[in-house]
């Protein structure tokens, strides 16, 4: 792109002969003067970029930075449609996938499961389709890890491309969430600095969790140009959630969701 621009733009140093540039020290100032303020654009417009690629990789990238260990991590991508273009769905995946049937007297759930031993993740399709035709049924796909590296950074981003693009628009909805898992050194506030200071995470505010039983200890909620998506909770944008997690056992980990955690499906 920059070759493009810069040899087939009207900027005077693209235009100028060769024996006028050497006949006119002027000339040349002038021209270095521009290619340097190009130049400097470029850099400009390439570090300046708000949005990332893609939530989960920089989330996988900032636990490898770390050194921390993944317990988990899960993308799910949820979308309306129309109750035809659902069932159509539906026979598109049933001739690939094994279907298992749900119903009640409100909907219709099916899923499908891509899961393979030697696969890094595997893939869950669920689509729920109404009973009334006249409401809008619903596809949710979720992927599910237990490990993360370059290989399988890669190899997400290829399955989730296929995904978007044989089964789903671009109304859908991303939620994406990371499990880390305890350690001597690690609490909340470890986890929420670290973050804070990699994503440049800003309208940060936490709430503990004083609901019985509950296995949600605190959360922490908060916004980063990072990513596109988010909402606004009492005034501010949020798109990040860090929350710490204990089982009944006591042991904890460390969940970061964006642009909010939400139930698993």
Same mark, same amino acid.
């Given at each position: 792109m920059f070759h /493009?621009?810069?040899?087939?733009?009207?900027?005077?140093?693209?235009?100028?002969r060769?024996?006028q540039?050497?006949?006119?020290?002027?000339?040349?100032?002038?021209?270095?003067?521009?290619?340097?303020?190009?130049?400097?654009?470029f850099?400009?417009?390439?570090?300046? =970029?708000?949005?990332?690629?893609?939530e989960?990789?920089?989330?996988g990238?900032?636990?490898?930075?770390?050194?921390?260990?993944i317990?988990?991590?899960e993308?799910?991508? /949820?979308?309306?449609?129309?109750?035809?273009?659902?069932?159509?769905?539906?026979q598109?995946?049933?001739?690939? &996938?094994?279907?298992?049937?749900? /119903?009640?007297?409100?909907?219709?759930? +099916?899923?499908?499961?891509?899961?393979?031993?030697?696969d890094?993740?595997y893939?869950?399709?669920?689509? !729920?389709?109404?009973?009334?035709?006249e409401?809008p049924?619903?596809?949710?796909?979720?992927?599910?890890?237990?490990?993360?590296?370059?290989q !399988?950074?890669q190899? +997400?981003? /290829?399955?989730?491309?296929a995904? =978007?693009k044989? &089964?789903?628009?671009?109304?859908?909805?991303?939620?994406?969430?990371?499990?880390?898992?305890?350690?001597?050194i690690? #609490?909340?506030?470890?986890?929420?600095?670290?973050?804070a200071? +990699?994503?440049?995470?800003?309208?940060?505010?936490?709430?503990n969790?004083?609901?019985?039983?509950?296995?949600?200890?605190?959360?922490?909620y908060?916004?980063?140009?990072?990513?596109?998506?988010?909402?606004?909770?009492? #005034?501010?944008p949020k798109?990040?959630?860090?929350?710490?997690?204990?089982?009944? =056992?006591g042991?904890k980990?460390?969940m970061?969701?964006t642009? !909010?955690?939400i139930?698993?499906?």
């Amino acid at each position: 792109m920059f070759h /493009k621009i810069l040899f087939h733009s009207n900027f005077p140093f693209t235009q100028a002969r060769p024996l006028q540039a050497f006949q006119n020290p002027g000339q040349r100032n002038k021209q270095a003067i521009c290619f340097l303020l190009l130049i400097c654009f470029f850099v400009n417009q390439a570090f300046s =970029q708000p949005y990332q690629e893609d939530e989960m990789q920089d989330l996988g990238a900032f636990a490898i930075a770390n050194d921390w260990n993944i317990d988990f991590w899960e993308v799910t991508m /949820k979308e309306q449609m129309a109750a035809e273009e659902a069932q159509h769905l539906v026979q598109q995946l049933e001739a690939t &996938y094994t279907l298992q049937e749900d /119903k009640d007297e409100t909907r219709i759930k +099916y899923t499908f499961e891509s899961r393979h031993k030697k696969d890094p993740f595997y893939v869950i399709y669920n689509v !729920i389709l109404p009973v009334d035709k006249e409401e809008p049924a619903e596809v949710i796909i979720v992927m599910h890890g237990t490990d993360w590296d370059n290989q !399988i950074s890669q190899k +997400y981003q /290829k399955e989730k491309r296929a995904i =978007q693009k044989n &089964y789903l628009t671009k109304e859908t909805q991303l939620y994406t969430c990371l499990s880390i898992q305890d350690s001597d050194i690690m #609490n909340h506030d470890v986890i929420l600095n670290e973050a804070a200071t +990699y994503f440049n995470i800003e309208h940060i505010s936490t709430k503990n969790d004083n609901i019985e039983n509950s296995r949600i200890e605190k959360s922490t909620y908060g916004y980063t140009k990072t990513w596109e998506q988010f909402y606004f909770m009492e #005034n501010d944008p949020k798109n990040v959630q860090i929350t710490t997690v204990a089982d009944r =056992q006591g042991e904890k980990s460390f969940m970061i969701g964006t642009p !909010i955690l939400i139930n698993e499906y």
